[in-house]
């Protein structure tokens, strides 16, 4: 259980205010292009309004992180890289530490993807998708293959302890779509409210049994 407390306690990034001089300068450049791209769309922001935004030069902007299509990337792999597997994984030796590990690493999955800079990052993907299709390709490249390769060195490292059977990709697919069920779309679509922490304690919790449910432990020869 600390493991779950601490992965979904991760800290929402500082946004560019009053206190921006204190940030460091990359990080304020990339919140400074996720702020101009949500307000303003991918298609229609700029460099020099990103670069006005975090007060630095252009010439700064273009050498600290680069072009427009760059920045992007840059703010999707920002919040990627809060998906991945802990390195303080336990060793998955039976069944209730694999239910342990998928409701807590389930729990942060939840709690990160419902944020809402990132539900905004998928609106702005699908707003764009026609005029700058860049944005999806970088969005599932990046953002969605970060979830899914965490998920899969779970599922792998249950089979090779003999927990589960089946192939570690389409295991964590399966997980992944007991896990979200249909949040991703109330949110998208503005009809539902982020969930709790106490609301996704318990989804994540029970997407692991439902899915240990589906995929039980294979007999022992």
Known sequence: MTAQRNLIGSTPPARVDGGAAAMPLRMRIIDAAFAAFM????????????????????RELYALVGNKQELLISCIRERAARLHVPADLPALRDREIFAGVLASFGAQLLYELSDPAVIAVFRLAIAEAARAPEVARALDSIGREARRAAVRTIMARARTSGLIEGRPAELAERFGTLLMSDVMMGLLLGVAARPGRREITKRARDAATAFLRLYPEPARS
């Open 39 to 58: 307000e303003s769309g991918y298609a229609s922001a700029t460099t020099l309004e990103i670069a006005t935004r975090a007060r630095v030069s252009k």
